[in-house]
């Protein structure tokens, strides 16, 4: 018998019919006999609904009373899915995250799952119950309610599926898997069946929005085979696991990331000297201003330039703490340009091909778009180029890596 993970998102629960389509759909995966758990989201709206409640009332909602508001919209939907299996005659237990036992520590609004206890889980799977827990949520060693994090249950799942050794943790949500790139800018996008926890990292931390990131983190680091699914449609879905064996031929790329919301920023003509790069992002990190990418380069002169890209939303921060420093520093002169974005080739299959970083940079070239930066890593290659050119460059790179063909 085999043990799942179901994960349904907030528009899967969005309302009553969805509900007792999700039921059905629980009660048709029980045909093979497998056992089930299923983690669900509040409906949807629901969590920002309660959150801006509370910012009505609060200046700064306290965090720890902000927790009990959020977990809120998680109880209901439990008892509403029970309620719907119990009525197909389906027997069906809801847990909230308290009383499954998911400890966390007590950083609220934010917390981390420290430990699951399975047993009331196991016992009542062995009864032949589907087993149905709140995501999102969970208790301190204190008994206080804490939430992981806005996206937060796709968390609980992958945890739950790691302290139950599930087969398979399934997440139903409202797209039927990873796709290449993203399909409003690329139509020919096409969905991917299988792709490595590492590869899925750069594509969600980069803007393939599908996943909660500390969720696949999760899963890389407890080996909990991971499935993005639709739970609209029949399909199934894309596969996010380890690498296959060796001698298996791994495609050379599996997607392109992009980041809209990029600024850079650069600092001229600072006297080559030790200790400068911390000078200049010593102050940035004080700030708790997340870098991207950084280069260096050191010109004839013995001067250096020194370039870094951050979030936009942290730009005008940025260039006020770079323009403070450039006298301190003794440097020339500080730019910047809040119009660029970065584009990004993922694929593990980068590591064991040499020249793809040659055939980026030449389709770009052939469409005449400028690279400003360039950054790599051992399964991914990043440009920075000006925002009018992002579809530009996604569809050419998606036509020239092929990546519509499987
Ligand atoms: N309901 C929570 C949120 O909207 C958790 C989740 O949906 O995963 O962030
Ligand atoms: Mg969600």
Do not use: W
């Not at 085999?2 to 509900?19: M, P």
């Not at 902000?66 to 439990?78: A, H, K, N, R, W």
């Not at 690329?186 to 750069?202: K, N, S, V, Y």
């Not at 323009?323 to 020339?332: I, T």
């Amino acid at each position: 018998m085999a043990l799942y993970v179901h994960k349904y998102g907030g528009t899967s629960v969005g309302n009553v019919e969805r509900i007792r389509h999700v039921a059905d759909r629980i009660l048709h995966a029980r045909d093979g006999g497998d056992q089930l758990v299923v983690v669900v989201s509040a409906m949807s709206g629901e969590t920002n609904r309660l959150v801006s409640m509370a910012n009505e009332l609060q200046d700064r909602p306290d965090p720890r009373e902000m927790d009990v508001l959020l977990s809120t919209g998680e109880q209901v939907t439990i008892a509403l899915l029970c309620m719907a299996l119990q009525q197909r005659g389906c027997p069906a237990c809801s847990y909230t995250g308290g009383q499954v036992r998911i400890l966390t520590d007590a950083a609220h609004t934010k917390a981390r799952i420290l430990d699951i206890d399975t047993e009331r889980m196991q016992a009542d799977l062995a009864q032949g119950r589907v087993v149905v827990v709140a995501g999102f949520q969970g208790v301190t060693g204190e008994g206080d309610i804490t939430t992981l994090g806005r996206g937060g249950s796709d968390t609980t799942a992958v945890a739950l599926a790691a302290a139950l050794k599930a087969d398979e943790c399934l997440i139903y949500t409202d797209v039927d898997g990873v796709y290449t790139t993203d399909p409003r800018v690329e139509p020919r996008a096409r969905r991917l069946d299988r792709i490595t926890f590492e590869e899925m990292l750069e594509l969600a931390s980069q803007g393939s929005r599908v996943l909660q990131i500390r969720s696949v983190e999760f899963a890389g680091k407890y080996n909990v085979p991971l499935r993005v699914l639709s739970s609209f449609t029949e399909g199934h879905g894309t596969l996010i696991s380890y690498e296959e064996e060796e001698n298996v031929e791994k495609p050379l790329i599996s997607g392109i990331a992009f980041n809209r919301d990029e600024a850079k920023l650069t600092i001229l003509g600072v006297p080559d000297r030790p200790g400068n790069a911390y000078k200049i992002l010593g102050p940035i990190a004080e700030a708790n201003i997340e870098v991207d990418m950084i280069v260096q380069n050191v010109a004839a002169d013995a001067t250096t330039d020194f370039t870094f890209t951050v979030h936009r939303a942290e730009y005008k921060k940025a260039l006020d703490i770079l323009s403070r420093l450039r006298d301190d520093l003794g440097a020339r002169e500080v730019t910047s340009d809040d119009t660029i974005v970065k584009v990004s080739l993922v694929g593990v299959g980068m590591r064991s091909h040499a020249g793809v970083a040659s055939q980026m940079f030449a389709a770009l070239a052939r469409e005449s778009i400028n690279i400003q930066m360039i950054s790599t890593s051992e399964i991914k290659i990043s440009v920075v180029v000006n925002e009018k050119y992002l579809e530009l460059a996604v569809r050419t790179l998606h036509d020239a890596f092929k990546l519509d063909q499987a």
